[in-house]
């Protein structure tokens, strides 16, 4: 099949016949533009899709950055609460302090008013600013701190002025009854010489309790030459006392005893006529007449 084209022209009409391949063009382009159409039809599709796919992403997004500005807010308000009840709980530990310090006679040297938090939030959890309760915290932290060395400190003297009082030898060593030998030279009840007695014999029902006359530790618990059945217990400061002739110890070396403890039961062994407790009190290494302290009064 052939065709001629006729073209208009100045010097008038040309006949052409044009070649296959020309009369293909129209078919080629036509081709082509549909090519492209679907080209830019499935660009664009798939652009949206992108952009669809960006939208959700960026909705799920915006919703969990809003559950964990909820979750922060309700942790928020409970650390806040638990601040509150933590600053409550310092400034109870606080008072009691103060009052302990007051009762030693200490409150001119320990002070637990000092950095005391100031009172909490109007709406917990409200309007509350991380940095403001960060600075509340390191606060918090601070007022423990300093409250942990004062009560240290104020146990530690407190305790040192108890065992003062404690350690303060005064008293009998007994309950009931009676001095039978008093501190000084007597005739000695075995030999009837001249001796020197170096300590207080108070006479009693055998059996009876043995009291420390004050607080200490117990230096020496059993048998011992002449004292029989001995305790002795070391008060520091270079005062020990020495309860001689029991029937039976109560007491460890080692132990602890506090003033009035029994620490034996009253007895007549070793060098003894009969039940008593030979009392002495020693400085150093040296017995001193221990009347004065039996007769002192109490701490």
Do not use: C
Request: aromatic share 6%.
């Amino acid at each position: 099949m052939s065709v001629t084209v006729f073209i208009q022209g100045r010097n008038g009409v040309t006949r052409w016949q044009p070649s296959k391949r020309w009369l293909l063009l129209p078919i080629i382009l036509m081709a082509t533009g549909t090519g492209i159409y679907q080209y830019s039809t499935e660009r664009f599709a798939n652009q949206q899709a992108k952009v669809d796919q960006n939208k959700q992403l960026r909705q799920q997004q915006k919703q969990q950055v809003l559950e964990l500005k909820t979750a922060t807010e309700i942790q928020l308000s409970t650390l806040v609460a638990h601040v509150a009840k933590m600053q409550a709980k310092i400034t109870r530990l606080e008072a009691l302090g103060q009052q302990v310090a007051q009762n030693n006679l200490l409150d001119d040297q320990f002070d637990f008013s000092t950095e005391v938090g100031i009172g909490g939030l109007s709406e917990i959890g409200s309007g509350v600013e991380l940095s403001q309760l960060i600075d509340d915290m390191n606060k918090l932290a601070s007022r423990i701190d300093n409250n942990n060395v004062q009560l240290s400190l104020l146990e530690t003297v407190a305790s040192n002025l108890h065992i003062d009082e404690e350690r303060y030898i005064s008293g009998r060593p007994i309950d009931k009854g009676w001095l039978s030998s008093p501190y000084g030279l007597r005739n000695d009840p075995f030999s009837g010489r001249r001796t020197m007695h170096k300590g207080i014999d108070f006479a009693g029902k055998e059996g009876a309790d043995v009291t420390t006359t004050a607080a200490g530790v117990v230096t020496w618990s059993g048998s011992m030459v002449g004292y029989g059945e001995l305790v002795e217990i070391d008060h520091g400061n270079g005062l020990r006392t020495r309860y001689g002739h029991n029937k039976s110890l109560s007491v460890n070396v080692g132990d602890v005893v506090a003033k009035g403890d029994k620490i034996a039961s009253m007895g007549s062994t070793g060098r003894s006529t009969g039940p008593h407790v030979h009392y002495e009190v020693l400085r150093g290494k040296q017995q001193i007449d221990p009347q004065k302290y039996v007769y002192r009064k109490a701490s």
